[in-house]
């Protein structure tokens, strides 16, 4: 069994550049960038400082919001080592999902690009923080966001009351190396270092809060699963927002000192591409984007023989892409992996060597170091192998809890220290695990979690909705669809593109519903509780064709 790290995100680097300073940790190949392990480590040192130059405290919160860019990247690591709890933010958020976030988090500094696509991440921070353009650098003083004070941007051009990332590295000159070592061995691998935001069944979503040991943990165990070393390169196209791209991705990487090689927003030929060019051994992706680089009509052109390993991961995998991936990507020993944010994420993962029935039929068996049982939904009985029961997890790897929710963080691990999943799942003779549902009604949409009661939430801010049940429908190609089913308020007429219309901008792209359906009840239960899963089955048949010709 492998033995667990007691050691931080920082000191983790660190350990690395002293063992292979001239190891080539980062490429990022479209712009020309390489750093070796000393240099990276050198590098996240100097923006540690810049940090800590601009007041912030361990424990801090430091909300990042971009795709996968150096910077990204290097503030996972400076983080790690000044001891700020980065906070992640996916790309896809809208003013709505922002303001949320940044408030609950109580983030006093947010990174962010300027744009992203069409859209302006510094307009939506000017729109919920309006006196960011009238304030000094570092002195916001928000109405709606009370503990927001830094805005650094990653960009050449300057905007209102913010830092560019110049700045802070900087700043970072007139902290010493004794003050950032000093504060580096004052970390404790126990602290929190990482919080990524995750839906529950009903409310808004919760912080997720993960330690050093969770993480740095998880990724050695990932790492050796896959049968990564310090001569592999590693294509991260998948984000760094997700615990795939920042703790199967670059932790796994940085645990056995191979090299992260990160696609900053993904395409099939940029992946494909990328993989040829730096000859990367490794790959990642939920099965969407491999079906995309799979039908990629240049596909063929592409040299790919240096592939061998990688993880599928996100949602269900169908064995013909499996195969293909294999065959015709050449990635033969490639792992299934499974997992939820509170676990850090992976809970159980296939490995290298298992047969290719094995790594479509289950997502493999418990990670090293972790416990993994079956019981009884709503009890902690477990059943006997073969019978389907709710997946529970206990380990190093399940996190701290969720921040200022400490009801939740209860009802998900109980006294014994086992996270309940709310998956259900069956175990075999051997411990392999197969997924066969959710007690939870959360919808997975191209390796996107998708929580009703979110949308629920924020559709009920329409002033012609009376009422709105959000289910999910199976999809050919993104696994499942999102179907809103509204009961409009008396004397009141909306067409379904005006509630598409009204939540452009202010929710992500994929919570829109692709299906609206307007009825006047809804499917109940004796006691008066609606049965969502009438209306996942009547909206099967009603856009069966739809969901399944595409």
Known sequence: MTELLHMTVGKLLEKKAQLHPEHEAVVYADRGLRMTYKQFDQYCRKTAKGLMKLGLEKGEHIAVWGTNTPEWLTSQFATGKMGAILVTVNTNYRTTELEYLLKQSDATTIILMDQFRDASYIDMLYEIAPELKTSEPGHLQSARLPFLKNVIVLSDKRYPGTFSWSDILTMGEDVSEKELDERMNNLDPNDVINMQYTSGTTGFPKGVMLTHNNIVNNGLNIANCMRLTKEDRLCIPVPFFHCFGCVLGTLACVSVGATIVPVQEFSPKAVLQTVQDEKCTGLHGVPTMFIAKLNDPDFSKYDLSSLRTGIMAGSNCPIEVMKAVIEKMGASEITIAYGQTES???????????PIELRVESVGKALPNVEVKIVEPGTNREVPRGVQGELCTRGYHVMKGYY???????????ADGWLHTGDLAVMNENGYCKITGRLKDMIIRGGENIYPREIEEFLYSHPSILDVQVVGVPDAVYGEEVVAW??????????????REYCKGKISRHKIPRYIEFTNAYPMTASGKIQKFLLREQAMEAFEKETSNK
Do not use: C, F, M, Y
């Open 344 to 354: 850090s994420p992976v809970i159980t993962q296939t490995r290298t060597d298992d």
């Open 404 to 414: 200022k929710n400490l009801e939740a963080t209860k009802e998900a691990i109980d």
């Open 486 to 499: 509204i009961i409009l308020k008396e004397g009141e007429i909306v067409s379904s593109e005006e509630i």
